[in-house]
């Protein structure tokens, strides 16, 4: 990966948004335990549904000029 990649960025935009709000670091970290129960042997649909979740809080992060 290179500095100006989107994905990257996006990554970087989610984990220092996290950082920054513990209440939904929580609620990330405990969706993700759910979810992992619940996909136990299906990744690709334990990263689907945890996908509007993060979609919301980069929304939320570009707003506040993350």
Known sequence: MFVGNQQ??????FRNYLRDHPGWRDAYGNLKQTLAKVYKFDREAYTEAKTEFVLARLRRAWELGY
Request: glycine fraction near 0%; aromatic fraction near 0%; proline fraction near 0%.
């Open 8 to 13: 990257l960025r996006d990554h970087l935009t």
